[in-house]
């Protein structure tokens, strides 16, 4: 199952992509049936990482690849950064042939709820914590292009 994937230089990307997103109160099966058909558009993507409004669904869920292991957050948020920064060349499927070094923070803490409703709090580092913070500013209506 693959989904569209919303690209920034359409009239439907600039109102999805640009709005913020809204909490998921119930995973139910719409939800599931979502992030199931999201982590095919991941895997057929060659991405490592894909938020909802992404495919144009304003929910808080993201998925993260950052080797082979595809991470479900569901209304994750970011309640802490580090100080220190890594800069790292960037690119975005919503925003195809555009790669920018941005600066983001080394270490964050992520909370957030697993596909199966489970919280979670993660201390993530490096390049996991960059994939989180590109996909949570998708949630925000944010693309990597107004750094």
Known sequence: MKMDIIKNDTDLGNTILRNKSEDILVID?????????MKGTLNKSGGVGLAAPQVGINKNLILVKPENKIYVFINPVITYFSPEELIDEEGCLSVPHVFLKISRSKSIILKAKNENGENLELKIDEYFARIIQHEVDHLLGKLIIDY
């Open 29 to 37: 099966k719409s939800i599931k049936n979502l992030i199931k058909k």
